[in-house]
């Protein structure tokens, strides 16, 4: 703290309140007493279940997807590996509503795949599998950042040990790689499930808002801040309690 001069605290200041005033003037709106009955409306607790079961589904396919999409980033070198990184993590600076349109016209009726798809009878769009989907898009660069970068500062020395004493691919990464960058996987699969769980403007244009099948809480929020204010606020209270308790987790497992 001595080594840094003393104008940075005005800043970092200003920045920390510019970040805490506006959850602080949310909290305030909160009606405490009926904040019981607001979060335990039908709709709310079927908004709050349909988010927590397809988030948690999302941050699982973004460890299966984002694991090995990171191995490949961070351990191979071939031509054009920075235009793939880049493109990996479009959906991070791409806006909601265009990544939801594009997952529109590949798994839409009438989308690249969805077409084939809809010939098997089988329909993504507007359906909960339609959430995970538009989930995991958003959340899956969130995975690859995190774990690339703990890949690369491992370095492969670990893994070239293992390998001169005769263990197969498939053991190091098993029981060397993972093992080292284990943190960064978790925070990584935290983040992804923080991203997914507040995600809207993909899953609104590629699932729909229904009840129980797509409707998740941002959804939710958003519909009851137009008919009932006060529910709004609550919930959207609830999200962020939410959402700080995974900060707080993601903050721990970073500093083991």
């Known amino acids: 703290m001595r080594s840094l001069p003393r104008w940075v605290l005005v800043p970092a200041l200003l920045g920390g309140l510019f970040v805490l005033l506006p959850l602080m003037a949310m909290a305030t709106r909160v009606h405490w007493g009926d904040l019981g ?3 335990t409306s039908d709709s709310s607790l079927a908004a709050l279940r349909l988010s927590l079961k397809t988030s948690a589904t999302s941050a699982a396919c973004c460890v299966l997807l984002g694991v090995p999409m990171s191995l490949l980033l961070a351990r191979s070198s071939f031509p054009g590996l ?7 993590l479009i959906p991070l600076v791409l806006p909601p509503v265009v990544g939801g349109i594009a997952l529109l016209y590949t798994f839409g009726r009438q989308g690249l795949i969805g077409q084939q798809l809809e010939l098997l009878g089988v329909q993504i769009a507007f359906s909960t599998t339609a959430v995970v989907l538009a ?20 370095g492969t020395r670990y893994e070239a040990a293992a390998a001169s004493l005769g263990a197969r691919p498939t053991r190091v990464l098993m029981q060397v790689t993972l093992p080292l960058v284990l943190p960064a996987l978790v925070s990584g699969t935290v983040l992804s499930f923080a991203r997914a769980l507040g995600e809207f403007g993909a899953t609104i244009t590629f699932a729909g808002s229904l009840q129980g099948t797509t409707r998740t809480l941002p959804l939710e929020i958003y519909l009851q801040r137009e008919t009932d204010p006060q529910a709004a606020v609550a919930l959207s209270f609830l999200l962020m309690i939410v959402a700080v308790a995974i900060i707080a987790v993601t903050g721990r497992r970073a500093a083991l």
């Open 37 to 39: 009955a607001l979060l």
């Open 82 to 88: 920075s235009l793939l990184r880049s493109l990996m």
């Open 135 to 154: 989930q995991t898009f958003v959340a899956l660069p969130f995975l690859v950042i995190s774990l690339e970068g703990a890949l690369r500062t491992a």
